[in-house]
Nanobody
């Protein structure tokens, strides 16, 4: 049974930083592309960042480029999202997702597995 468990969310002031983690189990983690998405109240889920399973190719949404960094540790079956210079508009529930493809996946519909989400709130 595949499980993705996010952690690291919380309340932070604008300009601050958070590091999200997503621990995966029940799958061969090194063979899965991983992604982070977010959903704010009243809005659709949107792509944040993604990383391939092999050489660590990354993609970012324009809104987070230069502020967020996605990385993975295949030995620990964990993907991370380092979030710096946070803004109130980054407030959302953040989800990690996994897909058994060697490429980078930026579309939510393509992901097979999802975590339960972790709340990130940025105060102004």
């Amino acid at each position: 049974q595949v499980q993705l468990v996010e952690s690291g969310g919380g309340l932070v002031q604008a300009g601050g930083s958070l590091r999200l983690s997503c621990a995966a189990s029940g799958l061969t983690f090194s063979r899965y592309a991983m992604g982070w998405f977010r959903q704010a109240p009243g809005k659709e889920r949107e792509f944040v960042a993604a990383i391939s399973w092999n050489v660590g190719i990354t993609r970012y949404a324009d809104s987070v480029k230069g502020r967020f960094t996605i990385s993975r540790n295949n030995a620990k079956n964990t993907v991370y999202l380092q979030m710096n210079s946070l803004k109130p508009e980054d407030t959302a529930v953040y989800y990690c997702a996994a897909d058994p493809t060697p490429g980078v996946v930026t579309t939510a519909d393509e992901y097979d597995y999802w975590g339960q989400g972790t709340q990130v709130t940025v105060s102004s």
